[in-house]
């Protein structure tokens, strides 16, 4: 590939990212903000989807294969080395997974009593 001022940008840019990411702290940080953004997403969907009761069957197929999709592309590898982690998009989208379906069962609790 050709080395040029946008290239050369997005691979420090991607570079700085990967050094600040580096940190365990905010790697922390950015799975939490993904599990909570994961529960106001799940919360959402069932408020929009349960407010014309219309389309209740299409989305939760839709949530179904995303949560299975995600779980696929998670878990799909063998076991790792415990030093060894996954990628940190990997770990978010678990984590956006996680609190998907979180939200989800305390909605049906909330719904059954």
């Known amino acids: 590939m050709q080395r040029t001022r946008f290239s050369?940008?997005?691979s420090s840019a991607s570079n700085q990212f990967g050094r600040w990411v580096f940190n365990p702290w905010r790697r922390l940080?950015?799975?939490i903000i993904g599990l909570?953004?994961?529960?106001?997403f799940g919360i959402a969907i069932s408020s929009i989807a349960g407010q014309a009761a219309k389309l209740d069957v299409v989305v939760s197929a839709?949530?179904?294969?995303?949560?299975?999709?995600?779980?696929w592309l998670v878990y799909r590898r063998p076991p790792q080395a415990p030093a060894q982690r996954n990628s940190l998009l990997l770990e978010v989208m678990n984590a956006l997974k996680i609190g998907l379906t979180y939200s989800l069962f305390v909605e049906a609790f909330k719904l059954g009593s």
């Open 36 to 40: 909570l953004f994961g529960n106001f």
């Open 29 to 31: 940080s950015l799975v």
């Open 62 to 71: 839709i949530l179904l294969g995303l949560v299975e999709l995600i779980s």
């Open 8 to 10: 050369t940008l997005v």
